[in-house]
C-alpha cells in the first residue's frame, strides 16, 4: 500500500471539509466524478471502542477507496486497516494484529431505513467505515492458530508412564 501521499492529501481534506469530519462527500460533486478519500482517522473519530479486554485498538485507522455515484445510492471499493494490541485468549500472550480489509467494496442507499445520514449536498462516510470495523474487529484474538495455551511448567509435567519397560516390570511384578 502506499500511503507517501497521506499527509498531503490530508491536508486537502482538512481544508475542504474542516468542520465537517473527512468522510463527507459531496454528493454534487460526486454525480459528476468519482472521488478518492485517503486518509486516516483515530478511533475516537471514529467512535470505535473495544468492550472485550483483550483487544485494544493501537493506532489511527487508515483508509483508501473510491465513492462512486450509483444513480440511487453510493459504491465504495478500497481497503481499509487499522491497528490492533491484542492479549492471545488461550495463552494470554500480547501481540500486535491488524484489521485489514484490502478489497473492501460496500454499496449504501441515501434514502429509507439504512439511509447513510445526508445533510444538504453532502453525505459523511463515517458510519459505513465504523461498523466495517467493528465488525472485522477479531472475536477470539488468538497468537497464533496453532496457539497450545499455557503450557504447564516443567515441575508440573507427570513423568512419562506406561513406557515399554514400565509395563514389563508390571508384568514381572504381578507374577502370572
Ligand atoms: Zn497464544
Partial sequence: MK????????????????????????L??????????????????????????????????????????????????????MPLRCICARC?????????LPAWTTYAELSGEDALPVEGENVDLTPLVREELIFALPQHPLCSPECPGI????????????????VWSILDSLDL
Avoid: H
Fill in 3 to 26: 500511503w507517501s501521499f497521506r499527509i498531503k492529501i490530508e491536508k486537502t481534506i482538512y481544508f475542504c471539509f474542516r468542520s465537517m469530519g473527512p468522510l463527507v462527500v459531496n
Fill in 28 to 81: 454534487k460533486r460526486l454525480q459528476k466524478e468519482p472521488i478518492r478519500l485517503r486518509g486516516s482517522l483515530d478511533a475516537q473519530a471514529l467512535e470505535i471502542e473495544t468492550l472485550d479486554e483483550l483487544i485494544q485498538i493501537a493506532g489511527p485507522a487508515r483508509y483508501s477507496f473510491v465513492v462512486q455515484w450509483t444513480g440511487q445510492g453510493i459504491m465504495i471499493s478500497g481497503e481499509l486497516e
Fill in 92 to 100: 494470554l500472550t500480547e501481540f500486535d494484529d491488524w484489521i485489514r
Fill in 151 to 166: 503450557l504447564p511448567k516443567e515441575e508440573d509435567v507427570p513423568r512419562p508412564s506406561g513406557s515399554a519397560s514400565n
